[in-house]
């Protein structure tokens, strides 16, 4: 079974950065991608950015330019850097793990972005 730990959530000023983790318990070479995934409240869980096998990463169109996410394999952890935080970045943000026909997701972290 997979686990996967999220942390790094927290509260930030417009304009400031975070950076959330990712901890696997499996080998992430195992997985077709990994990848981040946020859900605000009332609204339906949101793409943000995802890096596959081969190290390619791709981001949701809002948060494009601002957020990087990255891997440090041997560590097994899955980082999302993200900069220039808006309010409506607020939302609880999920790590997400593909293998095959599966999907695996973490517990969540919150972040909230407020002056």
């Known amino acids: 079974q997979v686990q996967l730990v999220e942390s790094g959530g927290n509260l930030v000023q417009p304009g400031g950065s975070l950076l959330l983790s990712c901890a696997s318990s499996?080998?992430?070479?195992?997985?077709?991608?990994m990848g981040w995934y946020r859900q605000a409240p009332g609204k339906q869980r949101e793409f943000v950015a995802k890096?596959?096998?081969?190290?390619?990463?791709s981001y949701g169109d809002s948060v494009k330019g601002r957020f990087t996410i990255s891997r440090e394999v041997p560590m097994k952890m899955v980082y999302l850097q993200m900069t220039e935080l808006k309010p409506e970045d607020t939302a609880v943000y999920y790590c997400?793990?593909?293998?095959?026909?599966?999907?695996?997701w973490g517990q969540g972290t919150q972040v909230t972005v407020s002056s």
């Open positions: 997400n793990a593909k293998v095959l026909q599966s999907d695996y």
């Open positions: 499996w080998n992430i070479f195992e997985f077709n991608s």
């Open positions: 890096i596959t096998h081969g190290g390619t990463p």
